[in-house]
């Protein structure tokens, strides 16, 4: 734009941006490398005009004034072209002249962004730094009153059990009387949440898929992934790693047929089967593949017509009750497998989590439940719905878990917690929390993009555009000029990386608490935090 | 006491009673300080039995019968010698600082744990945590572990000297002698073994090839230890070589290594083993997969530049209603080609001096891209000036399609022209004896000189046959205009005056009728003019009213006045008063009589608030609306063969009506040839794209042609500077020469990484980057 041009209410000079592009031209060797990888067209080559004045010393010549063209990067202002931050600039800068800084100011593209009269959406995170489970510690150290463990060289049973587990009581009656037992798997307690097939790019999702077979084939921790509401590409399906896939169906019903035709064939039955009737960090919004995405590959895996957005509707379409629902969803899923595979529903933590949870616990065929806190989050949704919307995972889960303590059933039902773990890094300490809470196992998802694939998000609103297929790491497009930056047996070593350093800082975790047979479900006595309403709220000890 | 006697402890007092182990000890330490030298304690669980013993110089013999307790031989000294006639229990050489200790039975957990020195002979097995936190100092002999059966589970855990032998005579667990993960942590010494072993802390530790020198050492310790225990006659079957096995402990360089399968091993081996060739998406997509850089070229760049020479009009272009590229001619001028740029404009206008140079208000230059940055547009007056002297294109042949077009006006000279110049044989009616409409008949000679417009016109009717019609026009004139030609063009602009229906009416004349007897030096307006309505007509009625005399000069007007431009700075030279708001309520012998009271004086009246349009005539075919003829964009009435331009259809300017006639002419040869009109569609080049960074601010404007030229930005046109060829900072762009002449810039994809610094260089806004195509 002209410098002098007309101002619109929506004119915004690059003070007013989130992201301000620091470009030196001393170092600048206008290489191109920066606009020709930029996203989002944020910058440019701009032509500049430089005058110089000269006047001698005691104007004793004639003062003059001239003029050159100069050339440098220029960002642009328009709200359409807002640099979000992603520094792929300066990834790519052979001089290291640019850098994008964020505005500390207080920028006045959130007040334009609705453009045309749609709320901004995004890919991404809550961008909410703060969070309660970096806040608890662990206090019950083994000083000589539980077994002293190490957790270099000690032995650590760590998986947790997926699948409703009877009391030997009950299990015998069950067997004797219905001649069926609930089918319990036992797993490792960090599960890849739900990513689907098109909101990942291909080599991101066989990257994850390979990651996970390998640790279980080659180190024999068996971690398991949910594929996510996008259905699953049919060799999968008919491979043996299918076992170690939790297959998850949701409102849109992407790709189930794909599934079904796949049944008579699998040689392995999934590990479990996951009814998404929620997500923690987008409550009410439902999924959204943006048409961006949907090319020829995952329209065919989906089974819809090609670059169309696929909303999955916020709720399942045939059901009325949450007793309808849990009932004739679980029935029809385990049927599905003759009732050899587990399967659970999961939901957005909300403050009418026990109502789901009392069902569940009054149905045999339930083999779990998932709740999806307020944090964390990869999927594309409206602004209001991820700031605005959810419930935090802690109190949600440890109601939960309070309440099946309360029947009795605390270890009949496994819960499962996801949202926002490791948001800020602290993957092991946030998981042991929630274990300690009363969560049997740890979905996650972010923490996979950002570990495994070098996702650039950030909890201040760093990128973000995993919605519109623009993801600068290939991470979330379907467009191979930008997937292709992605190397799946890269993805695999790093999801191999971060599980082998978990499962360090995991049993560093339980070693000092001295528990090494058994994950510590609900030991929330080791918890302490130095809030004190949160420890009134979860049940835990206040510290100071 | 001799020291040569035996001293015999005994665990249990006189009652039969357990000492405590704090008692023994003492007796221990007792009977070592008075010179015994050879004991025999009879244990019952003591702790500690036997270490710790550096009062005496010599060695100490203490032999354990009974039960002893944990830790025998802790801290245990060099000069002890320690024999235990059954099992031990925990802990047996704890921190051995060279104490040798021989059991003859098996020695229970954590056996010779943190033990540096000293060697422990075991019968039997050892407990788990055996040999573990083992230590080695430089000063001394490492400490030793022989056990002749197993060992128990976590064996040598962080162990970092000594030697280990597990010979696997009789092992508690004939599958594993080794136990469950021995060697975790294991930085230093050696563990020799001999027999089957369930794996290792392979981080940890390694095997190593058992050399010459560690055989003779193992075969001349096991004799010694196999005497010790009583069993020489295991030596033939333990002392062979092939049968053992020696683990050591990585280097922390070594254990750098991870040992794990490579991923790219397990992918081809095991994933795509498993799913087939091409992985989890084989059988979907044949798509190359492999990775790409962060840089792309050829097909997997994400944009590409694209050269769009003249695809946008330039701003002067797109806002011209005659839609002349000005900027083109500033290009033919800047190459030197002053004759094309001058005789360009007769394809676009007859009246490129009349109109360009001096009626029109040059909506172009209002519209000029430098007007953005507050640069003085590029004045294009000079250029239409020159092109009086415009030759004249030779016309083709006529093509036999025949069009009459009525009026001769600027929109009927307009279209009559492009048809001609297309080939088509056209004749103009009009009511006039010549040719001009208004332009000749009305617009006051101040406004162009009479030689620049007669040329023109001449230059017109030179091509274009005149039928001088003398009464008015009917329906049935033009209906049969209609059946004798191939269409009929409309053009009779707006030539019935507005006058305002006050009482006292009759006393107001018309502008129209003004001005036309002001050109003929007609009318005499007297001292006081006033004139209703302050439009442009209005000033050129003041400006004509001074030229005649008048004195006074008050243009009013309801609202504010609508004159902008020549016009109106003509009448305010002239002296004109601007007044508004005025409600006429009557004309009187005075004057003007206004709603409020007021009387303002006037001789002579003239009203100015437009012309309508004469449609008596029109054929039943043509529908009006709103005392307008119903046309579409391109001038066709509602029946196909009938079109209509110009102020008839709507007042303008005169560009209006020359642009109307091309727009018509257009249709009408695309019909003709049996196409669908098509009109210029093209967009204006966006504002943003063009770069006026390249030019001087502070340079006034230019009235000379050639510093016109230099002036005009070039907007969605090359210049053919060839910036774009210096700024690719790959090299990529090429200027090539066309084979028809001209000139392309191209792109070798293969160079390009969409970088966009053509685009973002090149003055003219002519590159741009396109997404690239979808891939599949």
Partial sequence: ?544 | MQKTKTLIIEGKDSDGIRIESRLLEEHVQEAVEAGIRSLEILAAGQHGIGGRLWKASETVRIRVKGTPGQRLGSLGYPNTEIEVMGPASEDTGWLNAGASILIHGNAGNGTCNGMAQGRVWVAGSVGSRSMTMTKRNPRFAPPELWVLGSAGDFFGEFMAGGRAVICGWQPQNPDNILGHRPLVGMVGGQVFFRGPMAGFSQADARMAVIEEEDWLWLKKGLSEFLLKIKKPELYDKLAIREDWQCLVARSPMEKREVARRSMADFRKGIWDGELGKGGLIGDLSDLDMSPLPLITTGEMRRFIPVWENRKFKAPCEGTCPTGIPVQQRWQLIRDGRMDEAVNMALSYTPFPATVCGYLCPNPCMGACTRGSALMAPVDVRPLGRASIAAILPVFPALSGKKIAVIGGGPAGISVAWQLRAKGHEVVVLDQSKELGGKMRSVIPESRIPKEVLDKELERAASVLPHIHIKQPLTRKDVERLRADHDYVILATGASRPRLLPVEGGERQISSLEFLEKAKADAIRPGKNVVIIGAGNVGCDVATEAKRLGAESILLIDIQKPAAFGVERDEAEKAGAVFRWPCFTRAFTKKGVLLEDGELIPADTIVTAIGDAPVLDFLPESVLVEKGRVMVNEYGQTTDPRIFAIGDMVGQGLITDAIGAGRKAAQAICDMAAGRLPEMDSRDILKLERVHLEYFDPRVPAKEELGGCGSQCASCGSCRDCGICVAVCPRGAIARKEEKAGGFAYEVDANRCIACGFCAGACPCGVWDLHPAVPLA
């Avoid at chain 1, 999934?270 to 048409?291: F, R, S």
């Avoid at chain 1, 946030?430 to 694939?453: C, D, E, H």
């Avoid at chain 1, 998000?457 to 497009?477: F, H, T, V, W, Y």
Wanted: hydrophobic letters at 40%; proline letters at 6%.
């Fill in chain 1, 1 to 544: 734009m002209s410098a002098n041009g007309q101002i619109i209410p929506s004119s915004l000079s690059i003070s007013d941006l989130p992201w301000q592009i620091r470009w030196n031209q001393d170092k600048c060797t206008l290489c191109g490398s920066c606009t020709a990888v930029c996203p989002v067209n944020a910058i440019e080559l701009g032509v500049f005009r430089k005058r110089e004045i000269t006047a001698g010393l005691g104007l004793a010549e004639k003062p003059a004034s001239s003029q050159t063209i100069r050339y440098g990067i220029r960002q642009r202002t328009s709200p359409a072209y807002a640099c979000v931050g992603c520094a792929m600039c300066s990834m790519v800068c052979p001089n290291d002249a640019i850098l994008p800084e964020r505005n500390d100011g207080g920028d006045k593209l959130r007040f334009h962004i609705n453009q045309g009269g749609q709320p901004r959406s995004r890919g991404g995170r809550r961008n909410d730094p703060a969070g309660l489970l970096d806040q608890i510690k662990f206090i019950r150290i083994s000083m000589l009153t539980d077994p002293a463990l190490d957790a270099g060289r000690h032995t650590f049973e760590l998986n947790t059990l997926l699948g409703r587990v009877l009391e030997p009581r009950d299990a015998l009656k069950h067997q004797r009387e219905h001649g069926w037992m609930p089918p319990v798997r036992e797993i490792y307690p960090l599960v890849i949440g739900g990513m689907s097939f098109g909101a990942l790019s291909p080599p991101m999702w066989e990257g994850l898929q390979m990651g996970v077979a390998y640790l279980n084939e080659e180190l024999g921790m068996p971690v398991r992934m949910c594929t996510g509401e996008g259905g699953c590409p049919p060799r999968l399906l008919r491979s043996r790693f299918l076992k170690y896939v939790i297959l998850q169906i949701a409102s849109g019903y992407f790709g189930w047929d794909e599934i079904i035709h796949a049944i008579p064939e699998m040689k392995e039955d999934p590990c479990a089967i996951e009814i998404k009737y929620g997500q923690g960090a987008k409550p009410g919004d439902g999924g959204l593949l943006m048409w961006h995405k949907v090319n020829k590959l995952i329209a065919a895996i989906r089974g819809v017509p090609e670059r169309v957005s696929l909303p999955s509707p916020p709720t399942h379409q045939t059901q009325y009750s949450i007793e309808e629902s849990v009932a004739k969803m679980i029935q029809s899923m385990s049927m599905a497998w003759g009732f050899r595979v587990p399967v659970y529903p999961k939901i957005s933590a909300t403050s009418t989590t026990l109502a789901v949870l009392n069902n569940l616990t009054r149905n045999p065929y339930a083999a779990g439940l998932a709740i999806d806190g307020e944090d964390g989050g990869t999927g594309a949704a409206y602004n209001v719905s991820m700031n605005h919307m959810g419930h935090p995972i802690a109190s949600s889960l440890r109601d939960a878990y309070l309440n099946l303590v309360k029947v009795g059933k605390q270890n009949e039902i496994p819960l499962f917690a996801g949202g926002g773990v490791g948001k800020n890094g602290n993957l092991a300490a946030n998981a042991a929390a929630l274990i300690m809470l009363g969560a049997s196992g740890i979905q996650t998802g972010k923490y996979i993009m950002q570990a495994a694939a070098g996702c650039l998000g950030s909890e201040q609103d760093r990128c973000n555009i995993c919605n519109i297929g623009l993801c600068p790491k290939g991470i979330a497009s379907q467009d191979p000029r930008i997937f292709r930056r992605l190397d799946a047996e890269k993805v695999a070593e790093r999801v191999v990386d971060l599980y082998l350093a978990f499962d360090m800082e995991l049993r560093k975790i339980l070693a000092p608490l001295g528990r090494s047979t058994s994950l510590p479900i609900g030991m929330s006595d080791a918890l302490g935090i130095n809030d004190f309403h949160a420890a009134e709220r979860l049940g835990i000890r206040y510290v100071v």
